[in-house]
């Protein structure tokens, strides 16, 4: 149980650095704005992945956060992640860019699977 609370807590710390920290750092900076316009995408929509990515991290690394809102939460970044992958696909090509995302819905994935791992522990144990 201790290691998967380890996988579990590495993850998802990972997705809250790079959904959550990075883009409330970098969002207004002009690189940003360019990526989202070269995306096809008007600029007020990045904005607004911003706002929801900062509170999907929030609910999944608060613990008293209801399960239902971190499934919520999961389920949201993996529309974020395959969505992204497939913009970047259909822009740019074949390439790293349009890999990335799935590379870190591969992390969110071990997220979600060691969050339930614990959640099925903490019912047995009860």
Same mark, same amino acid.
């Given at each position: 149980?201790?290691?998967?609370? *380890? *996988?579990? /807590?590495?993850?998802?710390?990972?997705? !809250?650095? $790079? %959904?959550?920290?990075? #883009?409330?750092?970098?969002?207004?900076? %002009?690189?940003?704005?360019?990526?989202?316009?070269?995306?096809?995408?008007? %600029?007020? $929509?990045?904005?607004?992945?911003? +706002? $929801?990515?900062?509170?999907?991290?929030?609910?999944?690394?608060? #613990? =008293?956060?209801?399960?239902?809102?971190?499934? /919520?939460?999961?389920?949201?970044? @993996? !529309?974020? $992640?395959?969505? @992204?992958?497939?913009?970047?696909?259909?822009?740019?090509? *074949?390439?790293? =860019?349009?890999?990335? #995302?799935?590379? +870190?819905?591969? +992390?969110? *994935? +071990?997220?979600?699977?060691?969050?339930?791992?614990? =959640?099925?522990?903490?019912?047995?144990?009860?």
């Amino acid at each position: 149980m201790k290691t998967t609370k *380890i *996988i579990f /807590w590495t993850t998802t710390i990972l997705i !809250f650095l $790079f %959904e959550g920290v990075m #883009p409330a750092l970098t969002s207004q900076t %002009e690189l940003a704005k360019e990526g989202i316009k070269h995306l096809g995408y008007p %600029e007020y $929509f990045g904005n607004a992945l911003v +706002v $929801f990515k900062i509170l999907g991290v929030l609910a999944l690394i608060i #613990p =008293q956060v209801p399960g239902r809102i971190k499934e /919520w939460a999961y389920a949201g970044f @993996a !529309f974020d $992640f395959i969505f @992204a992958s497939i913009s970047h696909f259909a822009v740019d090509g *074949i390439g790293f =860019q349009g890999f990335f #995302p799935l590379i +870190v819905f591969a +992390v969110l *994935i +071990v997220s979600y699977v060691t969050y339930h791992r614990i =959640q099925r522990y903490k019912n047995i144990a009860l």
